[in-house]
């Protein structure tokens, strides 16, 4: 009878090729049951790759509007945080400064200008609010900050009231400052340092567009800082200083605050109904996404129990090679013979 030998060379590199295709088999599968894909994509498609490609086309797309739709909320909800400072400012003085102004108390005027002055500098910071490097109130701009200083501001109306000395014609003044067209030298000339146009429209989803619109250019925000504005004005004795004067100044000043909040109620329903559109979007988006995920891993997921089952087997594979292998090297000739 023939003998078939196996040389000592030879099984160990048997032993060493088992070993690592094994550990190959442990590996793929631990990380088909880590990430529930398989490995084998060719297999798992069957060879035709066009349903995931399409899968994959559509997931890539999805995450750039969740991309976009989280920056365009970020900045609406930074409008949004910035228009209620300004709302919380205008209820705290403007009915304050009416009410001062029918008192014919100088010190009272004063103290309420002063009070309006400083809330002046808090509206501007307000405005020139910026989030992840982007500034939201100056249009297509975001780089630029949308308004200047209140000292800028101040200035540019102390030049368009000069040699004005009734109260009806100081105010006038200022409504006119605000109100100017680009070129008039006025607001939007020498404050407003952001751009004429707003954001562009941008896609959330497959069906859904939205627009942030709103800029510090807005006659809504020009006209809740005439009021504080005027009211400055007052509080650094750039107008007569006869109590008449003032105090018809800083009526109109609390006016103008009053009644620019149900202006700056209505723009920022405006913006929470852009709000809602980018939520009702980044809800879609995500079902959408869940969904395309699902179908992936249909069409190239492993089954759990399938590879659970493949995983044991292949470890116990190796633990019986781990234990012939020890065996096979403690044979001795005493032990052969």
Do not use: C
């Not at 202006?263 to 996404?289: F, K, M, Y």
């Not at 089952?309 to 090679?321: D, F, G, H, R, V």
């Amino acid at each position: 009878m023939k003998y078939i030998s196996v040389g000592d060379m030879s099984q160990t590199y048997l032993m060493r090729r088992h070993n690592v295709q094994l550990k190959s088999t442990i590996s793929r599968l631990s990380d088909e049951m880590i990430s529930g894909i398989s490995q084998d994509l060719g297999t798992a498609v069957g060879g035709d790759f066009t349903a995931l490609a399409a899968i994959d086309r559509s997931i890539a797309r999805g995450d750039a509007y969740k991309q976009v739709a989280t920056e365009t909320d970020l900045m609406a909800g930074t409008q949004q945080d910035a228009l209620e400072m300004i709302q919380g400012h205008a209820e705290a003085i403007g009915s304050t400064l009416v009410s001062a102004s029918f008192t014919a108390s100088y010190s009272m005027i004063d103290s309420g200008a002063q009070n309006a002055a400083a809330r002046f500098s808090a509206v501007v910071d307000a405005l020139n609010v910026n989030v992840a490097g982007r500034y939201v109130f100056s249009g297509t701009t975001t780089d630029t900050k949308p308004v200047a200083s209140t000292d800028t501001i101040i200035s540019g109306l102390e030049a368009a009231i000069g040699g004005l000395n009734a109260a009806e014609d100081i105010v006038n003044a200022v409504d006119d400052w605000f109100d100017a067209a680009v070129g008039d030298n006025g607001y939007l000339d020498q404050a407003y340092i952001g751009s004429a146009d707003s954001l562009a429209p941008v896609r959330l989803s497959e069906t859904d567009t939205t627009q942030l619109t709103i800029t510090a250019a807005d006659p809504t925000i020009r006209n809740m800082l005439k009021g504080f504005a005027m009211a400055t004005l007052v509080a650094r004795d750039l107008v007569p200083s006869n109590t008449e004067t003032r105090a018809l100044v800083i009526r109109a000043a609390g006016e103008r605050i009053t009644a620019g909040q149900s202006e700056l109620t209505n723009l920022s329903s405006e913006l929470g109904t852009v709000e809602g559109i980018i939520s009702d979007a980044q809800t879609r988006n995500s079902a959408q996404q869940t969904a395309l995920g699902l179908a992936r891993k249909d069409l190239i997921g492993v089954d759990d129990y399938e590879s659970a089952t493949a995983l044991e087997a292949a470890q116990s594979q190796m633990q019986t090679l781990y234990t012939l292998t020890s065996r096979l090297t403690k044979l001795s000739l005493t032990d052969y013979l």
